[in-house]
T-cell receptor, first 117, second 112 residues
Framework: ETGVTQSPTHLIKTRGQQVTLRCSSQSGHNTVSWYQQALGQGPQFIFQYYREEENGRGNFPPRFSGLQFPNYSSELNVNALELDDSALYLC????????????????FGPGTRLTVL | AQTVTQSQPEMSVQEAETVTLSCTYDTSENNYYLFWYKQPPSRQMILVIRQEAYKQQNATENRFSVNFQKAAKSFSLKISDSQLGDTAMYFCALNTGNQFYFGTGTSLTVIP
């Protein structure tokens, strides 16, 4: 069973550019969540994808968008990069909850470190 | 609004001793989950322990246990017999529905 992988490991962009980060979910997991972790902070929930549809979103502007593919891999796209977008971006995969109050464990990837200059 | 607060930015403990990390949270939901995650310097987040809000019994996982006080909205983590490999950032997290809320973390150092 392979774990969650993310690419690239590190990335440097300049303000105003666009970036795409990629995530391959753990085998059999069809739910993917993305988080932004600024230096010295806890992860902030960006959004979740389930069956290729957005299934919940945190307090992030529309320039943060995502995709999920039929093989359950996912992309996070950020347009018009700002200096404050510099952070570690984490992806986590899980099986979907079987009911509103059920839970399936999230497995995190190693993250992509994005630096915006 | 949901919030998670960790008031101890840094803590240290002697190897083999016991340490307790604090966490308080706020939510208007009746059903939710609470977690402690560990993030070692290699940065991959690992689940340490989880607690279902509807369960009164405190969760335990080997050397890790929690003290869940639902009325006080408190969720502390106790690490017994601390080991050098426990050195890491520890995050308290709240899950309601399909949203997760993390605290700012506690950096734990285990001293040989």
């Amino acid at each position: 069973e392979t774990g969650v992988t993310q690419s690239p490991t590190h990335l440097i962009k300049t303000r105003g550019q666009q970036v795409t980060l990629r995530c391959s979910s753990q085998s059999g997991h069809n739910t993917v969540s993305w988080y932004q972790q600024a230096l010295g902070q806890g992860p902030q929930f960006i959004f979740q994808y389930y069956r290729e549809e957005e299934n919940g979103r945190g307090n992030f502007p529309p320039r943060f968008s995502g995709l999920q593919f039929p093989n359950y891999s996912s992309e996070l796209n950020v347009n018009a990069l700002e200096l404050d977008d510099s952070a570690l971006y984490l992806c986590a995969s899980s099986l979907p909850p079987s009911g509103r109050w059920s839970y399936n464990e999230q497995f995190f990837g190693p993250g992509t470190r994005l630096t915006v200059l | 609004a949901q919030t998670v607060t960790q008031s101890q930015p840094e803590m240290s403990v002697q190897e083999a001793e016991t340490v307790t990390l604090s966490c308080t949270y706020d939510t208007s939901e009746n059903n939710y989950y609470l977690f402690w995650y560990k993030q070692p310097p290699s940065r991959q987040m690992i689940l340490v322990i989880r607690q279902e809000a509807y369960k009164q019994q405190n969760a335990t996982e080997n050397r890790f246990s929690v003290n869940f006080q639902k009325a006080a909205k408190s969720f502390s983590l106790k690490i017994s017999d601390s080991q050098l490999g426990d050195t890491a950032m520890y995050f308290c997290a709240l899950n309601t529905g399909n949203q997760f809320y993390f605290g700012t973390g506690t950096s734990l150092t285990v001293i040989p």
